[in-house]
C-alpha cells in the first residue's frame, strides 16, 4: 500500500470551483482510494492505494462540473520537499513551496530582477520555495512565479505543508 498526497490547484477561490471535502473525500472513497484525509478547502488530500491509477481531475469533473489541476505526489516525494528546504523559517506564511508538474525551466534573470530584495527563492527539483516575508500578496515575484517558472504548478505554504507532514505521521 503506497500513501499518495492530491493538491488540487483553483478550488473553493472566489466562489468558483466550490468543492466540498466531506463530498469529495466521499466521491474518493467510493473510487477505491483509501483512508482519504482532507486538509482545509484548497484541496490537500491524503490517501493510500495498493495500485493509484485514476484520474482525479476527471472523477472531480464527472460530479461537480468542472476539471482541477491535479498535482499528484508521493509520501516520499513529498518528505523529501521538506528535508531538501533550503530555508529554515518558523513563521509559516513567509515560505511558499510550489510543486511543479515537471522541473521548472525558469527565467532566473527575470525572477532575480523582480523579487523584493528581501525575498529569496531556490529551485530544487520539482520545488519552487519561496521566502517572501511581506507576504504572498505583496511579492511580484509570486504573483508571476507560474509563467516564469514555465511549467504548471501549485503552491502551498510552509504551515500547510507542516500539517500535511503531521497528518502523513499520525497515519
Known sequence: MQTYIALLRGINVGGKNK???QEL???LEK???INVQTYIQTGNILF???NFDCDLSQIINKSFGFKPDVLILTKTEFLSSIDNCPFSVDEGKQLHYYFCK???TADLEKMHH???DNEDFVIIGNVFYLYAPDGIGRSKLAKQAEKLLAVS???RNLNTVLKLKDMLSES
Open 19 to 21: 468543492l466540498p471535502m
Open 25 to 27: 473525500k466521499l466521491l
Open 31 to 33: 473510487n477505491g482510494l
Open 48 to 50: 493510500d492505494s495498493n
Open 102 to 104: 515537471t522541473a521548472p
Open 114 to 116: 523582480i523579487k523584493k
Open 153 to 155: 504548478c501549485t503552491a
